[in-house]
Nanobody, 124 residues
Framework: VQLQASGGGLVPAGASLRLKCAVSGLRVSGLSMAWFRRPPGKEREFVARLGKSGGVANSPDSVNGRFTISRDNGENTVYLQMNGLKPEDTAVYYC??????????????????WGQGTLVTVSS
């Protein structure tokens, strides 16, 4: 499976962005998908995940209610809608795929297929 993330950019605080992860090689409907991010100078962190049969979990708490992961099976694409962006959301965002149904964060990190990342910069 290959993943191509896009949609990042420089935006002011409070703005919205929608990141796109185009999936090729496998049908996204048969995959668990997730978004992670790596803020500058910090460790990578989990943002959201979506199981094959649905089920969404967002983390860290700072993105709950602002970020939403979704899947478009027809477009074979996964999205991360980000609203109310804050400077602390500045990071490289990665989409990850796993064939494990209901993959955990650890399973995504250890066994997932990773895209190349897209940079989101939020100015204050």
């Amino acid at each position: 499976v290959q993943l191509q993330a896009s949609g990042g950019g420089l935006v002011p605080a409070g703005a919205s962005l929608r990141l796109k992860c185009a999936v090729s090689g496998l049908r996204v409907s048969g995959l668990s998908m997730a978004w992670f991010r790596r803020p500058p100078g910090k460790e990578r962190e989990f943002v959201a995940r979506l199981g094959k049969s649905g089920g969404v979990a967002n983390s860290p708490d700072s993105v709950n209610g602002r970020f939403t992961i979704s899947r478009d099976n027809g477009e074979n694409t996964v999205y991360l809608q980000m609203n109310g962006l804050k400077p602390e959301d500045t990071a490289v965002y990665y989409c990850v795929a796993s064939s494990i149904n209901g993959a955990t964060v650890s399973q995504f990190e250890r066994f997932g297929s990773w895209g190349q990342g897209t940079l989101v910069t939020v100015s204050s």
